[in-house]
């Protein structure tokens, strides 16, 4: 792939803390990988297989509608790559070369572990493994040391942050959605803390490209917030 955006992670500051993390395009611009270019992960995509020196079929691009970058606490990054194969039950066989190609396209890149590649109507109709290695990158967990550490009242808001995915579609940059555990119905304080997770994590992603905005929910979903996240000049 490629890791998304060309901005670490900020930190606040202080002697003991850590180097910053990576994003998922914080590893980008390396000689002869061109998909590394775009932080929009589907665009990149697209590119490169219409633009790379392999014998890959150029139509492969207009099979792929959507892609999801996902994490939690529990597993590694995981990709979802939404075809337009289908129906149910020829999926299967139409889906492997484009598979192929976007393990190749990731090139081991740390930020997930696994690909699922999905048909028109939602469902995984095959699995790859992105990368083997033992350090892997998880956005989830980064954003929660970041969270706690440095936003206020970080050391309270993190441990109910429970995911966090970027979606990519034909335009614009990616759209972050970041999961809690609140639930409106039991704590009267549920929009407020939703409204402070956005704002941590508008100053940890720092004005990285690749995406525009953040939206923060309740468990039960009875709450929301949306915050467009700046892009440094």
């Known amino acids: ?12 500051g ?18 002869g990988q061109p998909h590394r270019d775009d932080p929009n992960l589907l665009r990149g995509f697209r590119s490169w297989l219409k633009t790379n020196d392999s014998p890959k079929d150029d139509k492969l691009a207009g099979h792929t509608l959507s892609i999801r970058l996902s994490y939690d606490e529990q ?25 192929a190609a976007f393990t190749e396209w990731w ?14 109507g939602g469902r995984t109709v095959q699995e790859t493994v992105l990368y083997r290695g033992t350090d892997p990158d998880n956005l989830l967990k980064e954003f929660l040391s ?6 206020t009242g970080g050391g309270r808001l993190a441990p109910h942050i429970t995911s966090l995915g970027i979606g990519y579609a034909d335009s614009g940059n990616g759209v972050v959605t970041v999961s809690t555990d609140y639930l409106t119905y039991r704590d009267a304080s549920t929009q ?9 994590f508008a100053a940890w992603w ?4 690749g995406a525009s905005s953040v ?12 915050k467009k996240l700046a892009v440094s000049s």
């Open 107 to 120: 090139d081991k890149d740390p930020a997930a572990g696994r690909a699922y590649f999905l048909s028109q």
């Open 1 to 12: 792939m490629a890791l998304l955006l060309a901005t670490a992670c900020s930190t606040s």
């Open 14 to 31: 202080g002697g003991d803390e850590p180097a910053a993390s990576a994003k998922p395009t914080d590893r980008a611009g390396k000689a």
């Open 146 to 151: 970041w969270t706690a550490k440095n936003a």
């Open 192 to 200: 407020k803390n939703l409204n402070a997770v956005s704002e941590a």
């Open 206 to 209: 720092d004005g990285d490209d």
């Open 215 to 226: 939206t923060v929910k309740s468990q039960d979903e009875g709450s929301s917030t949306t």
């Open 75 to 99: 597993r590694d990054g995981v990709v979802e790559v939404l075809t337009d194969y289908g129906p149910w039950g020829e999926a299967e066989g139409q889906v492997g070369p484009l598979a």
